[in-house]
Nanobody
Framework: QVQLVESGGGLVQPGGSLTLSCAAS????????MYWYRQAPGEQREFVAG???????NYADSVKGRFTISRDNTKKTLYLQMNSLKPEDTAVYCC?????????WGQGTQVTVSS
């Protein structure tokens, strides 16, 4: 059974920073790609950032230059460094791993940007 568990969310003031983590447990091999998504209240889930097995990354235009996706291969952990946070970044952030055509999702962690 593969599980993804996010952590690192919380309340932060505008302009602040947070780092989210997504740790995988269980038998998961050949991770082809890893992603972060977010869903704000009343909104559809949206793509935030992605990283493939070759290290290529891509970002939503709304977070380019502010967010950085990275991974720790040995720990099977995905990170999202978020800087210069804005109130519109407030959402539940979820990670997704893609492995051999199977998608694995975490349960999400709340990020609230407010003064």
């Amino acid at each position: 059974q593969v599980q993804l568990v996010e952590s690192g969310g919380g309340l932060v003031q505008p302009g602040g920073s947070l780092t989210l983590s997504c740790a995988a447990s269980g038998s998961i091999f050949s991770i082809n790609a890893m992603y972060w998504y977010r869903q704000a209240p009343g909104e559809q889930r949206e793509f935030v950032a992605g990283r493939d097995s070759g290290g290529r990354t891509n970002y939503a235009d709304s977070v380019k230059g502010r967010f950085t996706i990275s991974r720790d291969n040995t720990k099977k952990t995905l990170y999202l460094q978020m800087n210069s946070l804005k109130p519109e970044d407030t959402a539940v952030y979820c990670c997704k791993f893609l492995s051999n055509g199977i998608q694995y999702w975490g349960q999400g962690t709340q990020v609230t940007v407010s003064s």
